[in-house]
């Protein structure tokens, strides 16, 4: 969604004067404010990823003598249909 089209509000942040600098150098003139808002909407996607990544390798691994005696299972009767096609 655009910058236009969303109801916004001044807020006043601290950031220390690298931090403006590098910001300057990187955003289009008088336009910090998108780019900001576009910096911390990613940072926020990347966390949100991260997080999700984590999630799913503890639950994998919680998991994981379930999962391999179902493999095991799921291996012997796929190899008795097989042998019962032949």
């Known amino acids: 969604m655009s910058m236009q089209n ?6 006043n ?3 220390p004067q ?6 300057d150098r990187v955003a289009q ?4 404010s ?14 949100g990823e991260d997080n999700l990544k984590k999630q799913l390798k503890e ?13 095991k299972e799921w291996f012997l009767l796929e190899g008795e249909a ?5």
């Open 59 to 71: 639950g994998a691994q919680k998991r994981v003598h379930r999962d391999l005696e179902i493999t």
């Open 6 to 11: 969303q109801v916004h509000k001044r807020v």
């Open 13 to 15: 942040v601290m950031l």
């Open 29 to 32: 003139h008088g336009d910090r």
């Open 34 to 47: 998108n780019f900001i808002d576009k910096a911390i909407r990613f940072y926020i996607d990347e966390i």
């Open 82 to 86: 097989w042998r019962e096609n032949k």
């Open 18 to 23: 690298e931090t403006l600098h590098i910001i």
